[in-house]
């Protein structure tokens, strides 16, 4: 099993805040069934706590009505779910061809070389975490590198040693 399967219990009960609570309420009924709701319960989720626990996949299979295993399936398949803490900035890169051809390896060198972060880790301070990802989906701009959902393209080390400059 890898690690990007293996659900971390947190030993604290997981609820909605205020605000996701009322998009929560918002959404199921745009959807033709409870069980329609579970991408994005997964989402709020991972809104509202950086990642997901077991207690909150526990949660959402409550609200939905659904069972815990379903809604843990649908974690695990999709690789947008962050399945344990993140560093405060997420940085993923792709890793499909394009992004290999246009320089992709030296980003995640410098990467490692100059904050000693590889793909899967969390900075020591926890400033950064890095994730290899499957397409981006901007392969005529590649290589892409998405941090914390926002897309920076054409990406190299120059701009990325920039872009790292501004981030808190």
């Known amino acids: 099993m ?6 971390i219990v947190t030993g604290k ?12 309420e918002r959404l199921v009924k745009r959807y ?9 319960a997964l989402w709020l989720t991972q809104e509202q706590e950086g990642w997901i626990s077991a207690e909150a996949i526990a949660y959402i299979a409550d609200r939905i009505g659904t ?4 809604v843990y399936e649908c974690a695990t ?3 947008m779910y962050n399945l344990h803490p993140m560093g405060r900035n997420h940085i993923c890169i792709c890793r499909t061809l394009s992004c290999w051809l246009r320089g992709k390896q030296e980003i995640v060198d410098y990467l490692k070389d100059e904050l000693g972060l590889k793909p899967g ?7 950064f975490s890095l994730e290899e990802v499957e ?10 590198v998405q941090v914390n959902g926002e897309f920076h393209e054409n990406m190299d080390v120059d701009k990325l040693k920039s872009l790292l400059a501004t981030l808190k």
């Open 67 to 70: 069972f815990a295993s379903q």
């Open 135 to 144: 397409c981006l989906g901007h392969c005529g701009t590649a290589p892409v």
């Open 2 to 7: 890898s690690n990007r399967s293996k659900l």
């Open 13 to 24: 009960p997981f609820r909605y805040d205020q605000e996701r609570d009322a998009e929560f």
């Open 121 to 127: 880790e969390i900075s020591a301070d926890g400033k």
């Open 32 to 40: 033709p069934t409870r069980e329609s709701m579970i991408l994005p």
């Open 77 to 79: 398949f999709y690789t």
